[in-house]
Nanobody
């Protein structure tokens, strides 16, 4: 069982930066692939990025080069550094723990409650 709690969301102007954090409970954090997803009203939740326990990463094309995912296993922590933010990045961002897929995305077994990110133009 893994419990996830996100923080760090907020309101930022276009071109700005935010850093999301996810605190995880459970002794097996280091064995999971961890990721970030996002969702806007009326749309399906979409994959943003993942990081394997080995440290290898994958990103959605829409955020590649702007977002960086990282993890600190000793602290049971996951991060998402978001730079050059755009209004279309506005969404609720969810932390997830699970497994990676052959398509470069992730299937989540556990979800956090989400944190709102709003980018103004």
């Amino acid at each position: 069982q893994v419990q996830l709690v996100e923080s760090g969301g907020g309101l930022v102007q276009a071109g700005g930066s935010l850093r999301l954090s996810c605190a995880a409970s459970g002794r097996t954090f280091g064995t999971y692939s961890m990721g970030w997803f996002r969702q806007t009203p009326g749309k399906e939740r979409e994959f943003v990025a993942y990081i394997r326990s080995s440290g290898s990463t994958s990103y959605a094309d829409s955020v590649k080069g702007r977002f960086t995912i990282s993890r600190e296993n000793a602290k049971n922590a996951l991060y998402l550094q978001m730079n050059s933010l755009k209004p279309e990045d506005t969404a609720v961002y969810y932390c997830a723990a699970g497994v990676t897929t052959h398509w470069g995305t992730m299937a989540a077994d556990y979800w956090g409650q989400g944190t709102q990110v709003t980018v103004s133009s």
